[in-house]
T-cell receptor, first 110, second 113 residues
Framework: AQSVTQLDSHVSVSEGTPVLLRCNYS??????LFWYVQHPNKGLQLLLK??????LVKGINGFEAEFKKSETSFHLTKPSAHMSDAAEYFCVVKGGNLIFGKGTKLSVKP | EAQVTQNPRYLITVTGKKLTVTCSQN?????MSWYRQDPGLGLRQIYYSMNVEVTDKGDVPEGYKVSRKEKRNFPLILESPSPNQTSLYFC????????????FGDGTRLSIL
């Protein structure tokens, strides 16, 4: 069975500092992995996806994620946080259907 | 513009009064699904459809019905809503190929009193 675990329910950073949102996955075969972002009162928007082509995946708005099979991790990073990055982020694994993590709320302090 | 459209965006209603949340996509996607989002639980799938006239249960189907008579539409029906169905609902669609992300609607916030 496939699953994802987001290790932090809430992360707070200062504007201009790096962002790290952690995700571990479990899959019996090579997974497809995604990160989505949800801004308040909006639907989910795809940030990036991993589909086995390259382990370092670049997404929109300066985000990237690295697939590490040995650690079963797919952490999301950004070098410098902006106020507009404040949102909830979901790590997702796809087998047949999508399986969502419980989300990490990112707060950005001025 | 490619989009998934849900209606209504907000609804307050009472226990037992049947309601339908509509979902329409303009991308000719085969796959559509419904999720509910609750605090601390993330998104959980209610029902999904792989194509016209093909639907199947997700993780939390109790109390819900769906239909897929046309490729673009996938309505969610609550025949007898109860307060535990108060939630934020999302419709999503995608091509049914592996590795393809889903496109989400903006959500419908339902309050069942």
């Amino acid at each position: 069975a496939q699953s994802v675990t987001q290790l932090d329910s809430h992360v707070s950073v200062s504007e201009g500092t790096p962002v790290l949102l952690r995700c571990n996955y479990s899959s019996s075969y090579s997974p497809s992995l995604f990160w989505y972002v949800q801004h308040p009162n909006k639907g989910l928007q795809l940030l990036l996806k991993y589909t086995s082509a390259a382990t370092l995946v670049k997404g929109i708005n300066g985000f990237e994620a690295e697939f590490k099979k040995s650690e079963t991790s797919f952490h999301l990073t950004k070098p410098s946080a902006h106020m507009s990055d404040a949102a909830e982020y979901f790590c997702v694994v796809k087998g047949g259907n999508l399986i969502f993590g419980k989300g990490t709320k990112l707060s950005v302090k001025p | 513009e490619a989009q998934v459209t849900q209606n209504p965006r907000y609804l307050i209603t009472v226990t037992g009064k049947k309601l339908t949340v509509t979902c329409s996509q303009n991308m000719n996607h085969e796959y559509m699904s419904w999720y509910r989002q609750d605090p601390g639980l993330g998104l959980r799938q209610i029902y999904y459809s792989m194509n016209v006239e093909v639907t199947d249960k997700g993780d939390v189907p109790e109390g819900y019905k769906v239909s897929r008579k046309e490729k673009r539409n996938f309505p969610l029906i609550l025949e007898s809503p109860s307060p535990n169905q108060t939630s934020l609902y999302f419709c999503a669609s995608s091509t049914y190929r592996n590795n393809q992300p889903q496109h989400f609607g903006d959500g419908t916030r339902l309050s069942i009193l």
